[in-house]
């Protein structure tokens, strides 16, 4: 990798960002003597994005952050068709008022990472619908349509190893890397948007979109990937053992978020400290230098430095004291996550232990997997280990705060409480 000039590409090379780059002199002279624009696209496939897309916005912030114009691109048209990239079958479409709400939802937590008032070099959230739902059919086919070549779009992995396994690859979902090409084209005659940036899985539509650009006359455009994280044993970034770690806080609260990054494992703590905040590299150089039990330390500051951007300084700060208070002090901690139970619930019949831990608080995944962290001394109620797999709990179980304890390990609680 060459010695980048711009405070930009040096910055995402020296924290890990960089994976692939289509002209590295010629990306790396652009950012040095100009204010770029830039953009990374969002599909809304669910109400909130997950935490895999963290590096991505990212990448955003720190393009802001050194002084370039950074565009968080909406797809409410490529939505309606799904990016099939790299995916084993096609994605469920979406009504129009299902993409529209996942948009309003997914909109609110770009702005604790981007500033969209900030003069020159504000933010833009932009929605791809403007050009694509009303395009004419027939016109684009001959004007955009024409530009690409069928034999090099299914020499794409993401096309070629679906083809491969056998697996169909329907005609709408063959246009989703026309309709991103055609993305970039239309963001450069807009905006002057000069570089698309995206996971390495994009690689292959970004270049679509840069070869478009100049058939269709837009000056150079250039492109950037980072890699595919998975975390050091292996698995996939975003996701957890209870689901998806989502960053809307009406899906996932700031203390579970806070608590998926302080479980990240040893090997990885260096790398997201450089990739998942803005903590100065010298400041990570010297955390990096802790061993021992002054790791787990790290890892409280990694998960807290986290939060703080995306849920905020206090409620990052509440997430560590709930933490501590729960794990070094045995306390029963007020904001822990809870379940409320129906009026009822707890009548004379109770609640299996099986169903409470599984079914009711989501701590393990089926009632089997209950039944043997059972044997192996795994599940407590209030703090005492469970024994019997048959055990019901009963309002008897309630705390004098009027809740039921419920804990998987060391670090997974659940509070009951019957409303």
Not at 393 to 417: C, N, R
Request: aromatic share 8%; glycine share 10%; hydrophobic share 45%.
């Amino acid at each position: 990798m060459m010695s980048f000039r711009s405070d930009f590409l040096r910055t995402l090379d020296e924290r890990g960002f960089i994976h692939q780059i289509s002209d590295d002199e010629g990306l790396d002279k652009l950012f040095a003597t100009e204010t770029v624009t830039a953009y990374i696209g969002f599909d809304p496939t669910a109400p909130s994005l997950h935490a895999g897309s963290l590096i991505q916005i990212m990448m955003l912030h720190w393009l802001q952050a050194t002084g370039h114009r950074a565009v968080s691109l909406m797809g409410g048209g490529t939505g309606m068709v799904g990016d099939p990239s790299f995916k084993d079958e096609a994605r469920q479409l979406m009504t129009l008022d299902t993409i529209e709400a996942n948009i309003a939802s997914i909109k609110r937590v770009f702005s604790n990472y981007l500033d969209y008032d900030a003069g020159a070099t504000s933010a833009l959230m932009i929605n791809n619908a403007e050009w694509l739902r009303g395009l004419n059919y027939l016109e684009f086919l001959r004007d955009v349509g024409r530009h690409f070549s069928v034999n090099r779009m299914l020499s794409f992995d993401s096309v070629k190893m679906r083809l491969e396994r056998e697996q169909s690859l329907s005609f709408l979902e063959f246009n989703y890397m026309i309709l991103q090409a055609y993305d970039f084209v239309e963001l450069a005659k807009r905006y002057d948007c000069r570089l698309q940036m995206g996971g390495s899985d994009q690689w292959g539509n970004i270049v679509n979109g840069i070869d478009l650009g100049h058939r269709m006359g837009t000056p150079q455009l250039y492109a950037l990937t980072s890699p595919l994280l998975t975390t050091a044993s292996g698995a996939k970034m975003g996701k957890s053992a209870n689901g998806a770690v989502w960053l809307n806080a009406d899906m996932l609260g700031a203390y579970e978020f806070w608590q998926y990054w302080r479980n990240t494992e040893d090997a990885d703590v260096t790398r997201f400290l450089k990739l998942y905040t803005t903590l100065p590299m010298s400041e990570i150089a010297r955390l990096s230098a802790l061993g021992g039990a002054e790791i787990n330390e790290v890892k409280k500051i990694l998960a807290t430095e986290v939060t703080a951007m995306l849920h905020g300084r206090a409620a990052a700060e509440a997430a560590a004291e709930t933490a501590r208070k729960t794990f070094e002090e045995g306390a029963l901690a007020a904001d822990l996550p809870t379940v409320e139970l129906a009026g009822g619930t707890l009548g004379a019949d109770g609640i299996g232990v099986l169903s409470a831990f599984s079914e009711v608080a989501g701590l393990v995944a089926s009632n089997g997997e209950a039944r043997r962290q059972i044997k192996s001394g795994g599940l407590r109620v209030n703090d005492v280990v469970v024994t019997d797999d048959k055990r019901v709990l009963t309002p008897a179980d309630l705390t004098p705060e009027g809740v039921i304890k419920l804990s998987f390990g060391k670090k997974k609680h659940v509070l009951l409480k019957p409303v």
